[in-house]
């Protein structure tokens, strides 16, 4: 069968990975996100996204991460990057910097627990326990959530706000732990990183994770991240992010949105119900445009949850929901739409699973993508996915 390029199709670009890649960034500590954008740096010939997708992209110059959509920055913070540090034993060596070019999201991870590397034996002057040992398993080692770029390198959060915006890690990109958090709720599978810009071969100090005055004493375990509105119930929360979604000009409406999230996906109904209605409620479409990611990825997390969840919200608020989810799904892929593992949202759940009280979100995810493929020149699957 021949298929017809459209101009959606066309936009679909494959990307290369870029340079030698190095060891992982050490835990460090939180500031929250600035909500004003910084001015979109363009990004460097022969780097290959999909216009008009969202992606991250790392400014290893001005030590910066921003969440783009297309050429527009969604928000931004100050980051750690690698500090360009060898370390050299007889039969090991790694070089401690931030690699450039492309890289895409492998996985993430809440609460992640720090499998410490050989190298940080090294550094302290302590015995190489066994590859499987406990004493390498360090909880709550890289903050509060970590999204894994593959090649021992991730962004993650940190304990040490007061050393974002230096080349202070071993190759990992620290964040505030309120900021990993939100990019964790941004980013899905395969969203591409993009990183540029800063030296390649420039001799650095030694990363920070050896300085006594920027770690705990050895031993002390790594704090767990919790949320500032952790004890905040569930109706003062959805009212509170209400009221941040029309007028905060801060970020605290990401604190508010994930936790409500984080509880949607345990069994608080009325959460997930409260954070999928506020679709679409913002008066700026950057913020929305950002909310829909949160949506995104309460739907990929929970997805029978969800899906039951827009089922349970009035109509038109279930159909703004849909689209929200929809259009986040598809912006954060950079692959084909057409491709058979292409993550169209109503391919995660069975519409026969919902039963008759939950069929009205998939009912809503349908045409939500059926309007998104209209709009782009893409061919309908309602008669593929009906049979």
């Known amino acids: 069968m021949t298929r017809i390029a459209t101009p959606y199709t066309r936009a679909f670009c494959a990307a290369a990975l870029l340079g030698a890649l190095a060891g992982c960034a050490m835990?460090?500590?939180?500031?929250?996100?600035?909500?004003?954008?910084?001015?979109?740096?363009?990004?460097?010939?022969?780097?290959?996204?999909?216009?008009?997708?969202?992606y991250v992209l790392i400014d290893l110059?001005?030590?910066?991460?921003?969440?783009?959509?297309?050429?527009?920055?969604?928000?931004?913070?100050?980051?750690?990057?690698?500090?360009?540090?060898?370390?050299?034993?007889?039969?090991?060596?790694?070089?401690?910097?931030?690699?450039?070019?492309?890289?895409?999201?492998?996985?993430?991870?809440?609460?992640?627990?720090?499998?410490?590397p050989d190298w940080y034996f090294i550094?302290?002057?302590?015995?190489?326990?066994?590859?499987?040992?406990?004493?390498?398993?360090?909880?709550?080692?890289?903050?509060?959530?970590?999204?894994?770029?593959?090649n021992e390198i991730a962004i993650h959060?940190?304990?040490?706000?007061?050393?974002?915006?230096?080349?202070?890690?071993?190759?990992?990109?620290?964040?505030?732990?309120?900021?990993?958090?939100?990019?964790?709720?941004?980013?899905?599978?395969?969203?591409?990183v993009v990183i540029q810009g800063g030296p390649k071969e420039v001799a650095r100090e030694q990363p920070?994770?050896?300085?006594?005055?920027?770690?705990?004493?050895r031993g002390a375990p790594a704090r767990k991240y919790v949320s500032p509105v952790a004890s905040v119930p569930t109706p003062r929360l959805l009212a509170?992010?209400?009221?941040?979604?029309?007028?905060?000009?801060?970020?605290?409406?990401?604190?508010?949105?994930?936790?409500?999230?984080?509880?949607?996906?345990?069994?608080?109904?009325?959460?997930l119900r409260g954070l999928l209605s506020l679709a679409g409620s913002a008066p700026g479409e950057i913020r929305n445009e950002e909310y829909a990611t949160f949506l995104a990825d309460a739907?990929?997390?929970?997805?029978?949850?969800?899906?039951?969840?827009?089922?349970?919200?009035?109509?038109e608020a279930r159909d703004r929901a849909a689209d929200a989810i929809v259009r986040a799904t598809m912006s954060l892929y950079h692959g084909s739409p057409e491709d058979a593992t292409a993550p169209w949202p109503t391919r995660r759940v069975p519409k026969w699973r919902l039963g008759p009280s939950g069929q009205a979100g998939w009912t809503a995810l349908q045409e939500a993508e059926e309007a998104f493929r209209a709009r782009h020149g893409l061919r309908s699957l309602v008669a593929k996915t009906e049979r």
Not at 124 to 146: F, T, V
Not at 161 to 167: A, D, N
Not at 242 to 271: F, N, P, V, Y
Not at 299 to 315: H, M, P, Q, T
């Open 157 to 192: 959060g940190t304990d040490k706000p007061e050393l974002l915006g230096q080349r202070v890690s071993h190759g990992c990109i620290r964040l505030a732990n309120a900021d990993a958090l939100r990019l964790f709720h941004n980013v899905q599978v395969g969203t591409p």
């Open 61 to 116: 110059d001005l030590n910066q991460l921003r969440f783009m959509d297309g050429e527009r920055v969604l928000w931004w913070a100050h980051v750690g990057t690698g500090t360009g540090f060898r370390l050299t034993t007889d039969d090991q060596n790694w070089h401690f910097s931030t690699p450039d070019g492309i890289m895409h999201v492998q996985f993430k991870e809440r609460d992640p627990v720090w499998v410490m």
């Open 123 to 150: 550094e302290n002057k302590l015995p190489i326990p066994p590859a499987d040992s406990p004493r390498r398993k360090q909880p709550y080692g890289l903050g509060a959530a970590a999204v894994y770029l593959g």
């Open 208 to 217: 920070d994770s050896v300085a006594s005055f920027t770690r705990p004493r």
């Open 27 to 54: 835990p460090g500590a939180g500031t929250a996100a600035p909500e004003p954008a910084a001015p979109a740096a363009e990004i460097n010939p022969g780097t290959t996204v999909r216009p008009g997708g969202k």
């Open 240 to 271: 509170r992010l209400t009221q941040q979604m029309k007028a905060d000009t801060s970020t605290r409406w990401a604190d508010s949105a994930g936790e409500l999230l984080e509880r949607g996906l345990g069994d608080d109904a009325e959460a």
């Open 299 to 315: 739907f990929s997390r929970g997805s029978l949850r969800a899906a039951v969840s827009l089922a349970r919200i009035d109509k």
